[in-house]
Structure formats: structure tokens, C-alpha cells
């Protein structure tokens, strides 16, 4: 990576010391950085993949999105768009506590952050409009925009979360999914079945 491009946005994103203030300042508008974030999570700069992790966890901090949806760096200082195939982040581990509507699933991303689906942090379920193939997302925060900046649940991931599917109802329509923090994330509609032998409860 340009070293010279590395080094300013490093020097940008480094806070003020502690304790003392700077005067909020529009930032400089840059354009379109040569950064792409592929649907795999990999962090391309000029065609190359960024290969520090410490440098993409530093760059993602900075990741915010705009109003139209488009994702932007930015700094105190600067701020230019940049590409994403599809999210920024994809959630590569899962772990889990508890049963039924006390159990708590938490995911750790491929830049380290560590989330608990929940009401701040909800599950969504996207189908390919050609194949229909379910693609899981969890919201990761809300930029100041209110557009979500997400994570893809990798396959691996995908496949121990519909391991721990329940029945439940979701406006009045049978669905498997899966309780955390307190609420019930839908997965799919449920198999047919005979009613109540599925046993979904309300």
C-alpha cells in the first residue's frame, strides 16, 4: 500500500490527546479512494489486498455511510468514498449461552468486533432474487446517516445458526429462527408440517 496515502489517513484517524479540544471541522472532501472491501472481507487498495490487520481494523473504525447508502472513510480531517460488493464485514464466529428466549448468540467479525444479536443489533435474512438463496446479515451499528453498516454471516457460521432454529411465529406466519437478547429472529418459513405438531409457539 502507498505509503504516503497510509501514513495521512493513519495521522487523520489518530484522536486529539485527552483533555484537550479541537474545533469541529468539515471534512475535506477527498472523492473516490482507491479502496474496494469484497463481499469476502478482503481490503483492496489499488488492486492489492491489504494484508495488515491492524491496518484494516484502524481504517473500518473509521467506516461510516451516507444517506444514499454509500460507504465513506472518514476522518476529522478527510473523507472519500469507497467500494463494497456487498457489506463491509463478514462475521466469521459465533458463540452462545442459554435456552429457548434466554439464549444470547454473540459473533465475532473478521476485523475482531464483537456483537450480540438483539434489538440493537438485529438478524436479517436476504434471498437472491433469482435463486432465492438465503443470505444472513447482522447489524453491526447505525451510521449517523441511520443507514446500517452490516456483517455477512459467513456460510460456516450460517450453518451453526440454523442448527440452533426453533418454530415461532412471526405475524401470524409459521418460521424458524432463533431467539437472542430477548427477541426472535426469523430464518425461513417452517417446513410443511400439521398444525400444532409443530408445536410453534405464539
Same mark, same amino acid.
Given at each position: 500500500?502507498?505509503?504516503?496515502?497510509?501514513?495521512?489517513?493513519?495521522?487523520?484517524?489518530?484522536?486529539? !490527546?485527552?483533555?484537550?479540544?479541537?474545533?469541529?471541522?468539515?471534512?475535506?472532501?477527498?472523492?473516490?479512494?482507491?479502496?474496494?472491501?469484497?463481499?469476502?472481507?478482503?481490503?483492496?487498495?489499488?488492486?492489492?489486498?491489504?494484508?495488515?490487520?491492524?491496518?484494516?481494523?484502524?481504517?473500518?473504525?473509521?467506516?461510516?455511510?451516507?444517506?444514499?447508502?454509500?460507504?465513506?472513510?472518514?476522518?476529522?480531517?478527510?473523507?472519500?468514498?469507497?467500494?463494497?460488493?456487498?457489506?463491509?464485514?463478514?462475521?466469521?464466529?459465533?458463540?452462545?449461552?442459554?435456552?429457548?428466549?434466554?439464549?444470547?448468540?454473540?459473533?465475532?467479525?473478521?476485523?475482531?468486533?464483537?456483537?450480540?444479536?438483539?434489538?440493537?443489533?438485529?438478524?436479517?435474512?436476504?434471498?437472491?432474487?433469482?435463486?432465492?438463496?438465503?443470505?444472513?446479515?447482522?447489524?453491526?451499528?447505525?451510521?449517523?446517516?441511520?443507514? !446500517?453498516?452490516?456483517?455477512?454471516?459467513?456460510?460456516?457460521?450460517?450453518?451453526?445458526?440454523?442448527?440452533?432454529?426453533?418454530?415461532?411465529?412471526?405475524?401470524?406466519?409459521?418460521?424458524?429462527?432463533?431467539?437472542?437478547?430477548?427477541?426472535?429472529?426469523?430464518?425461513?418459513?417452517?417446513?410443511?408440517?400439521?398444525?400444532?405438531?409443530?408445536?410453534?409457539?405464539?
Amino acid at each position: 500500500m502507498d505509503e504516503m496515502m497510509q501514513a495521512r489517513l493513519r495521522d487523520s484517524i489518530v484522536a486529539s !490527546p485527552a483533555g484537550r479540544s479541537r474545533p469541529a471541522r468539515v471534512p475535506v472532501e477527498c472523492g473516490d479512494l482507491p479502496f474496494l472491501i469484497k463481499r469476502c472481507g478482503t481490503w483492496m487498495y489499488r488492486g492489492s489486498p491489504i494484508g495488515r490487520k491492524e491496518l484494516v481494523c484502524l481504517f473500518s473504525s473509521v467506516l461510516t455511510r451516507d444517506a444514499a447508502g454509500e460507504y465513506f472513510l472518514e476522518t476529522p480531517a478527510e473523507r472519500g468514498r469507497i467500494q463494497v460488493e456487498d457489506v463491509p464485514f463478514v462475521a466469521v464466529e459465533m458463540d452462545w449461552t442459554g435456552v429457548d428466549r434466554a439464549q444470547v448468540l454473540t459473533f465475532r467479525t473478521n476485523t475482531d468486533e464483537i456483537v450480540t444479536a438483539g434489538p440493537d443489533h438485529p438478524i436479517r435474512i436476504a434471498h437472491d432474487v433469482l435463486t432465492c438463496e438465503p443470505t444472513p446479515y447482522i447489524r453491526l451499528r447505525t451510521s449517523p446517516s441511520g443507514q !446500517p453498516i452490516e456483517a455477512r454471516i459467513g456460510r460456516a457460521v450460517y450453518y451453526e445458526l440454523v442448527a440452533l432454529a426453533e418454530p415461532g411465529v412471526v405475524a401470524g406466519r409459521r418460521m424458524l429462527g432463533v431467539w437472542s437478547g430477548g427477541r426472535f429472529f426469523p430464518l425461513g418459513e417452517m417446513p410443511n408440517c400439521e398444525w400444532p405438531d409443530c408445536e410453534c409457539p405464539d
